[in-house]
Nanobody
């Protein structure tokens, strides 16, 4: 059974930082991508960042470039999202997902975590 467990969310003031973790287990891809997505109330899900396992390629949404950094520890099957200079508009439930390729397009992912809430106060 594939499991993705997110952690690290919370409440932070604008300008602050948080680091999200996504621990993946039970998957059998030879190569894979793990992506971070977010969804705020009343808004569509947005791809935030992703990373590929084979070459470490990374991708970011324009809205987070220069502020968020994705990284991975392949030995632990864990992906991190370091979020700096947080803004109130970053407030959302953040989900990680795993699929065969790294992409910011959600439908290409096969499995999703339960999500972790990030709230940025102004």
């Amino acid at each position: 059974e594939v499991q993705l467990v997110e952690s690290g969310g919370g409440l932070v003031q604008a300008g602050g930082s948080l680091r999200l973790s996504c621990a993946a287990s039970g998957f059998t891809y030879d190569g894979y991508g793990i992506g971070w997505f977010r969804q705020a109330p009343g808004k569509e899900r947005e791809g935030v960042s992703c990373i590929g396992s084979s070459d470490g390629s990374t991708y970011y949404a324009d809205s987070v470039k220069g502020r968020f950094t994705i990284s991975s520890d392949n030995a632990k099957n864990t992906v991190y999202l370091q979020m700096n200079s947080l803004k109130p508009e970053d407030t959302a439930v953040y989900y990680c997902a795993i699929g065969p390729v790294p992409t910011l397009w959600g439908p290409l992912y096969d499995y999703w975590g339960q999500g972790t809430q990030v709230t940025v106060s102004s």
